[in-house]
């Protein structure tokens, strides 16, 4: 970082409650009061007068001692110091650091050539142009120490300059980057990579507040000198630095602020983010409340790169759980999913008339098939998933999307496993699902057996056996009939107990009342 020295004499100011004041043999005339922090100095012993047009005017009555209140100074007392300090002759050390707030407050108190020649404002220009704008990092830290100070440096043109050096320094071709820049990731040595990465501005600009980030992908989207992915990757950095693990109660609405503006920066190409990172944004829009057209356009998104997503995408906590309680706090988030997979099969239907007989809209649709019933296996285990949305999910997709249903069977298997005390009517409803048709012989003699499922789904898939009456499955469907009968004689045998013993009690009960009128009887 670049660095400007200016003044020999050393500081001479101290304080003493909430009054600064500069030792000298000189008695003070200049009271200066800036919110709670008082200076006593001089007018003109040093040329404190001299080099501020602003105090020039406002000490123009003569009197012996002024007090003037400048509370409204860009900066506050900090920037007035360093002011202060230049006049006196003190040593300052000028970096992007303090550049912008010192600069406007010169600017402030009118500390021009015109004023005094060789002026505090000439220096700051010429430290700025050469030294701030020359180098990346300097650069960005002046324009983020700019945030508090926006209006004024938008007015002195200090935002625009140090915008459009960033951008100029973005579109710089990588080999021919020489300045320093901050790369993080896992598996990156700059000792080792020779070539600088494409992506090397990502993290640092990712530290600017939203309002200039945004500037600056603007600025660079419109010279479409970069690729959509680039511009993709330094929004997915911007994400991860400012909104990593968030709750809905954590700055709400400056999360949604960074989110919207995140969204409305995602080019128009579908390669530009990954479906990840949409699926990420959508859950975020979800957890902060963003309006329906930015989560609109996330599930639009997210639907168009479904089928290149993986089930771990898929996976996102229900931001509905109560955490009073902790009775759904685990739960996954299925609503999520089940707009991203309507969105998709409305574009997919949309395509042709007859979607499912053009062969690459087939093998669109199968590939979201298979994750979706790979996910429903997921979600299956959570003893919180209500059946309800097994089963809206279940059915959502067309019959074309699943050329088998075996992993449906094995999500139905692995949800009433975890779910053991759901009703009878909620079993049939979601072994409605099933088509036994489309069952592999494994799984049908595994289906056959399994007690977990109604009697009914399993008499579907020996009728199934049977109808096929070949020799290779007559042993099976043997084997399974004796089961069935098994299963169907044990039910019954519980029945018949079960009204067996309530026989029992009725008879007792018939006894006691008879015993009872008998007793009335003799002692009337």
């Known amino acids: 970082m670049k660095f400007m020295k200016l003044g020999t004499r050393p500081d001479t100011f101290y304080t003493e409650e909430a009054t600064r004041t500069v030792i000298s043999d000189a008695p003070t005339d200049l009271i200066i009061k800036i919110k709670n922090i008082t200076y006593l100095i001089h007018k003109l012993q040093f040329p404190l007068l001299p080099n501020c047009g602003l105090l020039q005017r406002l000490c123009s009555n003569n009197a012996d001692k002024i007090s003037i209140e400048l509370h409204d100074i860009p900066g506050g007392e900090e920037a007035f110091e360093l002011c202060a300090k230049f006049c006196y002759g003190i040593t300052i050390n000028l970096s992007a650091h303090n ?44 324009l983020r120490s700019a945030v508090g100070l926006l209006e004024w440096s938008d007015n002195l043109g200090i935002t625009r300059k140090c915008i459009d050096s960033i951008v100029e320094k973005i579109l710089t071709p ?33 530290d600017l507040d939203i309002d200039l980030f945004r500037c600056i992908i603007v ?76 989560k609109t356009e996330v599930i639009r998104r997210c639907s168009a790169l479904l089928e290149e997503a993986t089930v771990s995408d898929l996976l996102f906590a229900s ?10 706090e685990h739960c996954h988030d299925v609503d999520l999913v089940v707009a991203v997979l309507e969105s998709f099969l409305m574009a997919w239907r949309r395509q042709s008339p007859a979607a499912d007989e053009n062969a690459q809209l087939l093998i669109s649709i199968r590939k979201v098939g298979k994750l979706i019933d790979s996910y429903l296996q997921v979600v ?83 009728f199934f056996e049977q109808e096929k009456g070949n020799s290779k499955t007559s042993s099976r469907v043997a084997a399974a009939s004796d089961e069935l009968r098994s299963r169907a004689d044990e039910k019954l045998r519980r029945s018949a107990s079960t009204r067996s013993r309530h026989k029992v009690a009725e008879a007792d009960k018939d006894e006691m009342n008879t015993k009872h009128s008998l007793e009335s009887r003799r002692n009337p």
């Open 380 to 462: 299956a285990r959570d003893r919180n998933m209500p059946v309800a949305k097994m089963i809206y999910l279940a059915e959502a997709l067309p019959d074309v999307a699943r050329p088998n249903h075996d992993h449906v069977y094995r999500a139905i298997n692995i949800f009433l496993k975890e779910h053991p005390y759901l009703s009878k009517a909620d079993r049939k409803r979601l072994c409605r699902v099933l088509n036994c048709q489309k069952l592999s012989a494994d799984v049908r003699a595994h289906a056959v057996k399994n007690e977990r499922l109604p009697l009914r789904t399993v008499v579907q898939v020996l």
């Open 319 to 328: 931001h509905s759980a109560s955490n009073d309680d902790g009775g759904d």
């Open 174 to 206: 990588p080999s021919k980057v020489t300045w320093s820049y901050t790369y993080t990731r896992p598996g990156y040595n700059k000792k080792t990579h020779r070539s600088v990465p494409k992506d090397w501005w990502t993290e640092d600009i990712a």
């Open 99 to 142: 550049f912008v707030s010192a600069f406007c407050a010169a600017k402030f108190l009118q500390m021009s050539d015109s004023t005094d020649n060789g002026n505090f404002i000439a220096k700051l220009e010429t430290f700025f142009l050469s030294c701030i704008l020359a180098g990346w990092k300097d650069t960005i830290v002046a």
């Open 219 to 294: 600025a660079i989207s419109s010279t479409c000198m970069l690729p959509p992915p680039l511009i993709g990757e330094a929004l997915h950095v911007y994400a991860c630095r400012w909104l990593p693990d968030i709750s809905a109660q954590e700055n709400s609405a400056k999360n949604r602020q960074i989110l919207e503006t995140l969204i409305s920066l995602i080019p128009p190409d579908q390669e530009s983010i990954s479906v990840s990172f949409s699926l990420r944004l959508l859950s975020l829009a979800n957890l902060l409340g963003a309006s329906s057209a930015t």
